[in-house]
């Protein structure tokens, strides 16, 4: 087979964004798109951080009690609507089923935009008593929905895989400990296993989940200056157990209304993934969640081979006892275009053996995120590898929290808003008023929306930045995705 001399990314990061992240996710394999217009193939390079992602938090909810469940993709007309703000929310976005087979149907169904309503009629027969909440349950699974802007995979798709949490509670406070322990949770997820920083925080009224109480989210910078909010978790107090009828008999033996949350993560982290670790080259793939950490690769001469492949796959062989490992033994590609290939999808560490190695009893180990190259002897490789990829690990977190850091700004002025928004962008501290009139206005003058008010120090002292009213809080600012 001929070596595809077009196969890596042919633009840089820095000079065109959007094409560098369309290349990277065709090019190393990600997702692509299909013939139905605005859905995408997860293939099976993007799918396994899927799966790590999944084993993460699948661990986490069922430490805390939580099990997981399944409902109907397919949702009555009639159950959408019962909640006011949640229908006028999502029926712009709902895809309607109105046939089975030849036959209209009664009742159009909406495909699942988000599975509040088709689960809670049935939390409404089977909770009746105290002695049945709290009730912890989660969902993996796809929703749909109607997407009228450019596809942009993982990030922008009519379907897309995620996790939804639905909880029932007697107490408001309850309720209010489950939002915030599952905002931490994926707080960890995207520190711990993407090396990704994140801000927690709270959002307006105008940004809130339609038909919640309160909303929570956790959002990211991206390297292009605009944010992402990487994950919600809502307090929807007790507007979905008026209206579906979740009622329980407490303690008292006085009959209460429930209280909810509901919260998700779904494969836009994925995207999130691709921009903040993402070069010229490639993925890079934080090694938690590599599914292959390491790739050996024998350095072929014609007349040291075979000794050089022995070696190498025993070298893989003994790596395989602690990490995994993937021995490139192709003999039809040159080392130079597995490099680069191995380099595109983002396989934490390279290690190569050529015959000059063997004489010197040592391996080049080659890092996918710095290219800093180490000799290192045979017999102390297992161990380097193992603490280069936990070293790797800390250090792209480091470094996106540097990023982070680097782009985000405290202004005083709305001129110095307004400057920062036309040049650097990146996320922006100022004070608010609380007027959802001056929430608008600084969109409609900037293009930045206000992301979150932060749990910690979000608290307002001083004048607002647009209209110089009395501030009441301190919040974050930033062109979004």
Same mark, same amino acid.
């Given at each position: 087979m001929a070596e595809d001399q077009t196969a890596g990314i042919t633009v840089k990061k820095d000079d065109d964004f959007g094409e560098w992240y369309?290349?990277?996710?065709?090019?190393?394999?990600?997702?692509?798109?299909?013939?139905?217009?605005?859905?995408?193939? $997860?293939?099976?390079?993007?799918?396994s951080i899927w799966e790590k992602i999944q084993a993460y938090l699948d661990a986490r909810f069922k430490e805390t009690g939580h099990r997981n469940s399944y409902f109907p993709a397919l949702i009555p007309e009639k159950f959408l609507t019962k909640e006011a703000q949640h229908i006028e929310g999502f029926a712009p976005e709902a895809f309607w089923v109105t046939q089975e087979g030849?036959?209209?149907?009664?009742?159009?169904?909406?495909?699942?935009p988000t599975s509040e309503t088709i689960m809670y009629d049935s939390y409404s027969k089977w909770i009746k008593s105290w002695r049945d909440l709290p009730l912890l349950l989660n969902v993996w699974c796809s929703v749909f929905r109607y997407e009228t802007k450019t596809t942009k995979l993982f990030l922008r798709t009519r379907e897309f895989l995620w996790q939804e949490g639905h909880t029932v509670h007697a107490t408001r406070e309850e309720a209010d400990v489950e939002v915030r322990q599952q905002l931490d949770t994926y707080k960890d997820l995207c520190e711990t296993l993407l090396a990704i920083p994140?801000?927690?925080?709270?959002?307006?009224?105008?940004?809130?989940?339609?038909?919640?109480?309160?909303?929570?989210? &956790?959002?990211? &910078?991206?390297?292009?200056?605009?944010?992402?909010?990487?994950?919600t978790s809502h307090n929807l107090g007790q507007n979905f157990s008026k209206a579906f009828g979740i009622k329980f008999i407490d303690k008292d033996e006085k009959e209460k209304f429930a209280w909810?949350?509901?919260?998700?993560?779904?494969?836009?982290? $994925?995207?999130?993934? &691709?921009? =903040?670790?993402?070069?010229?080259?490639?993925?890079v793939l934080p090694p938690k969640l590599a599914e292959t950490k390491a790739v050996v690769v024998p350095i072929l001469f014609e007349d040291s081979k075979k000794k050089v492949l022995a070696a190498s796959r025993k070298i893989a062989e003994k790596l395989s006892k602690d990490i995994a490992v993937h021995f490139d033994d192709r003999e039809n590609y040159s080392a130079g275009w597995k490099f680069n290939e191995w380099e595109l999808v983002g396989i934490p560490l390279r290690i190569e053996l050529g015959p000059?190695?063997?004489?010197?009893?040592?391996? =080049?180990?080659?890092?996918?995120?710095?290219?800093?190259?180490?000799? =290192?002897?045979l017999s102390e490789l297992n161990k380097f590898a193992s603490a280069e990829l936990e070293k790797m690990q800390k250090d792209m977190l480091s470094s996106a929290r540097k990023f982070l850091k680097d782009n985000t700004h405290e202004v005083k002025s709305y001129n110095e808003f307004k400057k920062l928004m036309g040049s650097s962008r990146g996320f922006i501290i100022a004070q608010w008023c609380g007027s959802e009139d001056c929430e608008i206005k600084i969109q409609e003058e900037?293009?930045?929306?206000?992301?979150? &008010?932060?749990?910690n120090k979000g608290k307002g002292s001083g004048k607002c930045v647009r209209c110089s009213k009395k501030s009441q809080h301190r919040a974050y600012f930033a062109k979004s995705y």
């Open positions: 369309n290349q990277l996710v065709l090019k190393a394999e990600l997702a692509d798109f299909t013939a139905i217009k605005g859905f995408m193939a $997860i293939r099976p390079n993007g799918y030849e036959n209209d149907l009664e009742e159009r169904l909406a495909l699942r994140v801000i927690q925080g709270l959002k307006t009224d105008r940004e809130r989940f339609a038909g919640a109480l309160t909303t929570t989210s &956790i959002e990211a &910078i991206m390297p292009d200056g605009k944010a992402l909010q990487m994950g909810q949350t509901s919260w998700g993560v779904s494969t836009r982290l $994925i995207g999130a993934l &691709i921009m =903040v670790h993402g070069d010229d080259k490639g993925l000059k190695d063997i004489e010197k009893k040592q391996a =080049v180990v080659v890092r996918r995120d710095t290219g800093t190259k180490s000799f =290192v002897k900037t293009t930045a929306t206000l992301r979150c &008010i932060p749990l």
